[in-house]
C-alpha cells in the first residue's frame, strides 16, 4: 500500500510478525495549511503544495509526487471533490481509512503478528505528509483512528465471500465475559436483523466470535450497514461498523442534525443525533486548537454520539459548531 499501489485489503494479507513501518499520507487540517498559503496556493496541484509534499514517486510517472498518489487512491474509494476545502477533509478520512484497516488486520492476525507500528506520529514543520498529528499538534481524522483502533479491547469483522467472521482482540491479561449485539440495519436506522450472543473474550489473543452470512440477497447492499457492539458489566467496551461497499458506493441522503451543548467545569459536553447515517462526520468549532474527545465518526441514526470537548474559552456557543460530512447537501454551518 502507498508506495506499491495495492488496495487497503493488502493489509491484511502476507501479515508479518511484527509490522514495524507503513503509512498513508493526508492533507493537514485547512488552519495549518493557510500557516504557510495564500490564497491563491489553495489547490492540491499548485505550485507551493508540491513544494510542501516531500515524496516524490517518478518511478510511477514522470513528475509523481504523494499529492498524486493521494488523489489516485482517492478515486478508488471516494468521489474526488472539485473544491480544495473538501480535497483536503477527504484526503484524512482516507488515511484514517487505511490506517484503520491496517491495524484492525494486525491486530486481527494475533499471535502470529504482535506488533503494529505506523509511520509516522507528527510533523517537524507544516506539510502534507504520513503524519496523524501536524506540526501545530492538530489531529487528522487519522489519529482519532488509530486511537480507536488501538485500544485494549476491540471488534472487527471480516467479510470473506459472504460470510462475516466477527473476531474480538484483547490485551487484557484477563477473560472478559461480554454480550455481542449485531444489527443489519438501512441507513435510517431500521433494523432488519438484530442478534445477541454471549462470548468470553480470550486474556492477550484474538479470538472469533462469530459468522455472520450477509443479505446482500435480500437488501441493497449500498444501503445497508452492519453495527456490532460488544458489553461487559453494562458497559460498551468495543463497537465498530462493517460497509458492504466503499463510500463513493454508498447511496447517503441529506441528514438533519440535532445536537445539545452543555458546560463541564473544564470542558463542554456536546451529544449529537440524525435522522440518517452521517458519514465521515467531522465536527468544529469557533478556534481550531480547541481538542474533541473523538471525531471524523459515522453518526449512526438512534445511537447518540457524545463528545467533549476541551476550550480554553469561558463561553462556547452552539452558533459555534460547525459540521461537514460525506452526505449530500452538505452546508458548513
Not at 301 to 327: A, C, E, S, V
Request: hydrophobic residues 40%; positive net charge; aromatic residues 12%.
Amino acid at each position: 500500500v502507498w508506495f506499491g499501489q495495492k488496495a487497503f485489503t493488502a493489509y491484511g494479507e502476507n501479515v508479518a510478525r511484527f509490522v514495524s513501518e507503513y503509512g498513508f499520507q493526508a492533507f493537514p487540517t485547512l488552519a495549518t495549511i493557510k500557516s504557510y498559503a495564500a490564497a491563491e496556493d489553495m489547490d492540491w496541484n499548485s505550485r507551493l503544495m508540491r513544494y510542501r509534499q516531500r515524496c516524490k514517486m517518478s518511478w510511477l510517472e514522470q513528475g509523481f509526487d504523494g499529492n498524486d498518489n493521494i488523489r489516485r487512491y482517492m478515486k478508488q474509494y471516494f468521489e474526488v471533490p472539485d473544491d480544495f476545502e473538501s480535497f483536503v477533509y477527504v484526503s484524512q478520512l482516507l488515511q484514517a481509512m487505511a490506517l484503520k484497516t491496517a491495524i484492525e488486520a494486525h491486530r486481527t492476525a494475533m499471535p502470529h503478528c504482535m506488533g503494529s507500528l505506523y509511520w509516522q506520529l507528527n510533523d517537524c514543520w507544516p506539510t502534507i505528509s504520513w503524519a496523524t498529528i501536524d506540526h501545530f499538534s492538530r489531529w487528522k481524522a487519522a489519529h482519532y483512528a488509530v486511537k480507536n483502533a488501538f485500544r485494549p479491547v476491540i471488534i472487527t469483522a471480516t467479510n470473506h465471500n459472504g460470510i462475516i467472521t466477527i473476531n474480538a482482540i484483547s490485551d487484557k491479561m484477563h477473560d472478559i465475559d461480554a454480550v455481542l449485539t449485531s444489527e443489519w440495519m438501512d441507513f435510517s436506522g431500521n433494523i432488519i436483523e438484530r442478534k445477541e450472543i454471549k462470548a468470553r473474550i480470550p486474556a492477550n489473543a484474538s479470538s472469533p466470535i462469530t459468522k455472520i452470512q450477509h443479505l446482500v440477497e435480500k437488501h441493497n447492499c449500498n444501503q445497508l450497514l452492519l453495527y456490532l457492539e460488544l458489553r461487559a458489566d453494562d458497559s460498551v467496551i468495543a463497537d465498530n461498523i462493517l460497509y458492504l461497499k466503499a463510500p463513493k458506493n454508498l447511496k447517503l441522503s441529506p441528514p438533519k442534525i440535532s445536537y445539545r451543548l452543555s458546560k463541564l467545569a473544564k470542558a463542554y459536553k456536546l451529544t449529537l443525533k440524525a435522522n440518517t447515517l452521517v458519514k465521515g462526520l467531522c465536527v468544529e468549532a469557533c478556534d481550531p486548537d480547541f481538542h474533541f474527545s473523538d471525531n471524523f465518526f459515522d453518526l449512526i441514526p438512534g445511537k447518540p454520539r457524545t463528545l467533549q470537548i476541551q476550550t480554553w474559552q469561558d463561553h462556547l456557543d452552539q452558533q459555534d459548531i460547525r459540521f461537514t460530512y460525506l452526505n449530500p447537501d452538505n452546508k458548513r454551518k
